[in-house]
């Protein structure tokens, strides 16, 4: 007889099977036979006990032990990484602006009427509902990729142009082995169909947004995957379809992007590429004549061949009679944003250069030299230095489950790369090089009369790549009434430029409307 030895958790879970004696006679089993047998057994029993399981206290006191060494850092540790300059910027139901020294804070609805504050939330929560609508992309389904799946399928970079077909390519089923393979996928806002020849009992669904394959040959099934047709069906300028494809219990989710491609708009800088055919000065005047003639004169010192756009709406507008000079006349008093807005509409160039009109020209303000800038970067627009100062802010976005926080910090945040002299940033002083183009995308609101600046950073954000260079800049003029030729003149000047209250409480009432913000606050 042999006594076959098993492993001990073997034994606990088939006692049965622990030992195995084999009789050499069929009809009984002899004395000899017993004893051996219960050999076997105390044996087994005593290898169970020195081998046994580990007790249930074991058990807990090893868990515990894994418990006790899966834990987080403390707050204090790890707040730091999701704060950038002192601003926790991760999304939350609550955002606030924490009062600090040298810090203003604006609590937005401070400055709405209260009798109107209930309706006003309703329609900015309304409008907003639509905003999203139509920006899907804003708010993108989660898709998490789960472990081990034997499908395999594109992650990214699927589009198609409305309307239009494509082969959805890298879908794949490996590495199962089943007596009948059966796929399935799923589509909402296109259909499916698959470019190989066979039968409908293989491949059901064709032309629907459910497409089932049956077959038990895994070489066929793959051969029709590699063939899978996708339709957009739905014309929208951009979508995401979030396709499922299952396999028995392994499912996966792929997006299916519906892009509508957009015609390239090109500025023709000319064979020689000169600066004059590249940039347009633009400027907005108001009553101050005599500042706009000094700007003018510097600018004809360096660049005498290009144009120059000025938006004026003053109350008696006098003649500018320069040569590559456009001069526009608008309604009295309409306002700094709506003048900007109407230069930069009429400039052809790639470039518009924007200058305030008691600006002065130097041998440093080398406009060359910004255009370098954006010719050798993605940026959309850098500004330089008035007096030796960039004035460039960065703008930190706190999203909040009902509206949001903006926090103006001044400073900027990296060195911009291959331009030692230049920094990435949010915003810049009122002396920039921008892309007409993307400038016209952002637009300047003209709503916002007075003072405004800032404001055009704030409608940009997320869609503006702005840069700030301290070695390019430009003069201001002296700011003296006594040499003015007309003090009176300043005198109503500063009337229209300075932010009254009523201003201020209408600039932050429309902030709080249109750009959903809860609290501003400024350092």
């Given at each position: 007889?042999?006594?076959?030895?098993?492993?001990?958790?073997?034994?606990?879970?088939?006692?049965?099977?622990?030992?195995?004696?084999?009789?050499?006679?069929?009809?009984?089993?002899?004395?000899?036979?017993v004893?051996?047998l219960?050999?076997?057994i105390?044996?087994?029993?005593?290898?169970?006990?020195?081998?046994?399981?580990?007790?249930?206290?074991?058990?807990?006191?090893?868990?515990?032990?894994?418990?006790?060494?899966?834990?987080?850092?403390?707050?204090?540790?790890?707040?730091?990484?999701?704060?950038?300059?002192?601003?926790?910027l991760?999304?939350?139901?609550?955002?606030?602006?924490?009062?600090?020294?040298?810090?203003?804070?604006?609590?937005?609805?401070?400055?709405?009427?209260?009798?109107?504050?209930?309706?006003?939330?309703?329609?900015?929560?309304?409008?907003?509902?639509?905003?999203?609508?139509?920006?899907?992309?804003?708010?993108?389904?989660?898709?998490?990729?789960?472990?081990?799946?034997?499908l395999?399928?594109?992650?990214?970079?699927?589009?198609?142009?409305?309307?239009?077909?494509?082969?959805?390519?890298?879908?794949?089923?490996?590495?199962?082995?089943?007596?009948?393979?059966?796929?399935?996928?799923?589509?909402?806002?296109?259909?499916l169909?698959?470019?190989?020849?066979?039968?409908?009992?293989?491949?059901?669904g064709?032309?629907?947004?459910?497409?089932?394959i049956?077959?038990?040959?895994?070489?066929?099934?793959?051969?029709?995957?590699?063939?899978?047709?996708?339709?957009s069906?739905?014309?929208?300028?951009h979508?995401?379809?979030?396709?499922?494809?299952r396999?028995?219990?392994?499912?996966?989710?792929?997006?299916?992007?519906?892009?509508?491609?957009?015609?390239?708009?090109?500025?023709?800088?000319?064979?020689?590429?000169k600066?004059?055919?590249?940039v347009?000065?633009?400027?907005?005047?108001?009553?101050?004549?005599?500042?706009?003639?000094?700007?003018?004169?510097?600018?004809?010192?360096?660049?005498?061949?290009?144009?120059?756009?000025?938006?004026d709406?003053?109350?008696?507008p006098?003649?500018i009679?320069?040569?590559n000079?456009?001069?526009?006349?608008?309604?009295?008093?309409?306002?700094?944003?709506?003048?900007?807005?109407?230069?930069?509409?009429?400039?052809?160039?790639?470039?518009?250069?924007?200058?305030?009109d008691?600006?002065?020209?130097?041998?440093?303000?080398?406009i060359?030299?910004?255009?370098?800038?954006?010719?050798?970067t993605?940026?959309?627009?850098?500004?330089g230095s008035?007096?030796?100062?960039?004035f460039?802010?960065?703008?930190?976005?706190?999203?909040?489950?009902?509206?949001?926080?903006?926090?103006?910090?001044?400073?900027?945040?990296?060195?911009l790369?291959?331009?030692?002299?230049?920094m990435?940033?949010?915003?810049?002083?009122?002396f920039?090089?921008?892309?007409?183009?993307?400038?016209?995308q952002?637009g300047?609101?003209?709503?916002?009369?007075?003072?405004?600046?800032s404001?055009?950073f704030?409608d940009?954000?997320?869609?503006?790549?702005v840069?700030?260079?301290?070695?390019?800049?430009?003069g201001?003029?002296?700011?003296?009434?006594?040499?003015?030729?007309?003090?009176?003149?300043e005198?109503?000047?500063?009337?229209?430029?300075?932010?009254?209250?009523?201003q201020?409480?209408?600039?932050?009432?429309?902030?709080?409307?249109?750009?959903?913000?809860?609290?501003?606050?400024?350092?």
């Amino acid at each position: 007889m042999a006594c076959e030895w098993l492993s001990p958790y073997s034994w606990a879970s088939y006692p049965a099977r622990a030992f195995s004696c084999k009789w050499l006679r069929r009809s009984y089993c002899s004395m000899r036979n017993v004893s051996i047998l219960v050999l076997c057994i105390i044996s087994t029993f005593l290898g169970s006990m020195y081998f046994k399981k580990p007790t249930e206290n074991q058990t807990k006191g090893k868990i515990s032990e894994a418990q006790s060494a899966m834990k987080l850092l403390s707050p204090e540790n790890y707040k730091s990484l999701f704060t950038y300059n002192g601003i926790w910027l991760v999304p939350k139901n609550q955002c606030t602006c924490a009062s600090a020294k040298h810090v203003e804070i604006y609590q937005m609805e401070d400055y709405v009427d209260k009798k109107d504050i209930a309706s006003l939330r309703a329609r900015r929560q309304r409008e907003f509902e639509h905003y999203q609508k139509r920006y899907p992309s804003m708010t993108p389904d989660l898709v998490i990729a789960k472990a081990n799946l034997p499908l395999s399928f594109p992650i990214q970079g699927v589009e198609v142009m409305p309307l239009c077909t494509i082969v959805i390519p890298g879908l794949r089923v490996q590495g199962l082995e089943e007596e009948k393979y059966k796929v399935i996928l799923q589509a909402s806002l296109g259909t499916l169909n698959t470019l190989a020849d066979v039968s409908e009992d293989t491949v059901d669904g064709r032309g629907q947004k459910e497409l089932t394959i049956s077959t038990s040959d895994l070489e066929l099934l793959n051969f029709i995957l590699d063939h899978i047709t996708y339709t957009s069906a739905v014309y929208q300028l951009h979508a995401v379809d979030l396709m499922t494809f299952r396999s028995r219990q392994h499912v996966a989710r792929f997006p299916v992007i519906t892009r509508q491609p957009s015609l390239p708009k090109l500025f023709d800088p000319g064979a020689d590429r000169k600066i004059s055919s590249l940039v347009t000065i633009t400027t907005k005047t108001f009553l101050r004549y005599h500042k706009l003639r000094r700007l003018i004169a510097s600018i004809r010192q360096y660049y005498p061949d290009i144009k120059i756009i000025v938006a004026d709406d003053s109350r008696d507008p006098e003649k500018i009679e320069e040569a590559n000079v456009e001069h526009y006349i608008m309604p009295f008093g309409k306002g700094w944003f709506a003048g900007r807005n109407l230069a930069i509409s009429q400039v052809t160039t790639k470039y518009y250069l924007w200058v305030d009109d008691d600006y002065l020209f130097t041998e440093n303000t080398r406009i060359d030299k910004l255009v370098d800038v954006l010719e050798g970067t993605n940026l959309d627009m850098v500004g330089g230095s008035v007096g030796g100062n960039t004035f460039s802010f960065q703008l930190l976005y706190e999203q909040g489950g009902d509206s949001g926080c903006l926090h103006l910090k001044y400073g900027s945040f990296h060195e911009l790369a291959g331009f030692p002299h230049c920094m990435v940033t949010n915003g810049v002083v009122n002396f920039f090089l921008a892309h007409t183009d993307k400038s016209r995308q952002v637009g300047y609101d003209p709503a916002l009369q007075r003072v405004a600046h800032s404001e055009f950073f704030m409608d940009g954000l997320g869609i503006l790549l702005v840069g700030s260079c301290s070695d390019v800049s430009i003069g201001h003029q002296e700011r003296n009434p006594s040499s003015d030729p007309d003090p009176k003149v300043e005198n109503e000047y500063r009337k229209f430029r300075a932010n009254t209250p009523a201003q201020v409480q209408f600039k932050l009432a429309l902030h709080y409307f249109k750009n959903r913000l809860k609290c501003y606050s400024k350092r």
